[in-house]
């Protein structure tokens, strides 16, 4: 826009407005508004109907689709099923400097139905200037109805961008389907569920991987083809990035999850969990954010409202109190099972199994039988 949209009265000729032209698709909303004007002079267009005319909603769900490692983010394959639900087909979009091997990978994907590769460094790291400015020419040109994305890092930084360039409302990791436009969503801390409908044009959802199953990674065929859009951002690069490296799972992908709360006493009493790990096997150890901003672990292993979102098929609570915002990070597991010496203790309220009992006592001689079971 090179001037700002008005409120235009019922006799005003918006074609003597002045405004940058995008797409040809202007004119032609030009002139229905202007006939629409002719034939029923009272009725009324919003101005925000014109910021978002290139959101035809006709063109399907597209899906950004991230990678880890070369393999297929979980959450974004949890988008993929989610993208499912809200109707039409779906558009996987790769970006990358090695997005080609991805993007067979996401030819396969169960309900994914065409496949678009944009392929360069400008994607590097999924750096979210760039894959916004991809996004935005995308929708141009094709005019999707969703713009989905995982509640991942990544996914969390650029959805909000696009929706800020397209001038619609964004919906927030969303935990549940009910329609094309009309989605569920937690709020205070898990304690609620909100339902939102979005009206705009093009609806941008991230998605919260823990509520959705990721979709199968085989039974797909589709076909994959050029992006034919740019999105190389001249303000950001990607320069580098520090991961810290761990052999044991990652904590959102792990079947089985324990976490240690302000019951053990340092650092190194974690051991006692790493041991009962080790025995279980596909095993990650979190922690509650009382711990972490203790500092007797690092931030990544937090879980929580605040940190990261769980829901393992065993979730086992040590020394955790069941603070409401430990909760919403948790209580989705399929199992949940509590070990804390209060018999008062609030994680005891959402417990499928229960222990009354010191941890320093239990925890080892759990572990013991475990490895003795072997």
Known sequence: RTAPLVSPSPTDDLSATPCHRISPSFDAMLAARNALRRTAPQARVLPAAFSRFYSSGGGGTLVLVEGVDGELNAGSLSAVTAA??????????????????????????????????????????????????????????????????????????????????????????????????????????????????????????????????????????????????SGASEVSSWESAQ???????????????????????????????????????????????????????????????TGKIVAPQLYMAVGLSGAVQHVAGMKDSKTIVAVNKDPEAPIFQIADFGLVADLYKAVPELTEKIKAAK
């Open 84 to 229: 499912k639900a809200m109707g039409g087909s779906v558009t996987a979009l790769v970006a990358g400097p090695d997005a080609g091997a991805l993007a067979e990978k996401a030819a396969k994907v169960d309900g994914v139905s065409s496949v678009l590769k944009a392929e360069g460094d400008a994607y590097k790291g999924f750096l979210a200037e760039s894959v916004t400015q991809l996004v935005v020419a995308l929708q141009e040109k094709h005019g999707y109805s969703h713009i989905v994305a995982g509640a991942t890092a990544g996914g969390k930084n650029v959805i909000p961008r696009i929706a800020g360039v397209l001038d619609v409302a964004a919906v927030s990791d969303i935990t549940g389907v009910k329609g094309p436009d009309t989605f569920e969503r937690t709020m205070y801390a898990g304690n609620a569920v909100q339902t939102v409908k979005a009206t705009d044009g093009v609806k941008l959802v991230s998605v919260r991987g823990t509520a959705f199953e990721p979709a199968a990674k085989e039974g797909g065929s589709a076909a994959v083809a050029e992006a034919g859009a």
């Open 243 to 305: 991961l810290s490296k761990s052999d044991r799972p990652d904590l959102t992908a792990a079947s089985v999850v324990i976490s240690g709360g302000r019951g053990l006493k340092s650092g190194d009493d974690f051991k006692l969990l790493y041991d009962l790990a080790d025995q279980i096997g596909d095993a990650a150890v979190g922690a509650s954010r009382a711990v972490v901003d203790a500092g007797l672990v690092p931030n990544e292993m937090q879980i929580g409202q």
